[in-house]
């Protein structure tokens, strides 16, 4: 015969929720003067200790400015050569910490491997001109976010990268 005892304190308390298992972001970094529009991708994996995990990012990234009016080297010398990040990809390692229900902090390292091109722009016409061949170069990258995750499916990010500067997104738990 098995006795079982209920005391009254035990059923009135709550257990403290339990944390989410797996975070899953979509994030988007808006092209600035400077920078390319980014699209990228972010997991958080289960809990490896009381509030912490890990995980890993990417990005895809790509700049929607113009062409140059011709694709030809400049036929005079009164011009002047500016670079520009025309695309490329990212990849980061991630860590984050659950400070309290809900709200982590995620940063990350890794690398972006990157295409710059370069623009020849004519100083008479104001015409721009292809500049040569492109170069590709491997930069780090490092990013740091706040996730705000109220409910048990869903939240909201904000960051910053050295690479991306600001960025936001929608947070998934599972």
Do not use: C
């Not at 982590?104 to 370069?118: I, R």
């Not at 292809?130 to 976010?145: A, F, L, Q, V």
């Amino acid at each position: 015969m098995l006795i079982h005892f209920h005391s009254a304190q035990a059923q009135d308390e709550k257990a403290p929720p339990s944390p989410h298992d797996s975070l899953f972001s979509v994030l988007w970094s808006e092209e600035s003067s400077d920078e390319m529009s980014s699209l990228g991708f972010f997991y958080l994996g289960e809990q490896k200790k009381e509030g912490l995990y890990l995980g890993f990012g990417g990005w895809v990234f790509g700049s929607w400015s113009s062409e140059p009016d011709v694709d030809a080297p400049i036929p005079h010398s009164d011009y002047r050569t500016t670079s520009a990040d025309r695309g490329g990809i990212g990849l980061l390692g991630l860590g984050g910490v659950e400070v309290f229900n809900g709200f982590y902090l995620v940063g990350g390292a890794g690398v972006d491997y990157v295409q710059t091109s370069y623009i020849d722009t004519s100083n008479v016409t104001g015409w721009t001109w292809n500049g040569g061949s492109d170069d590709r170069e491997w930069r780090g990258s490092y990013e740091g976010s706040v996730y705000i995750v109220p409910t048990d499916d869903w939240g909201i990010a904000a960051g910053y990268g050295n690479n991306r500067q600001w960025f936001f997104g929608l947070v998934f738990s599972y």
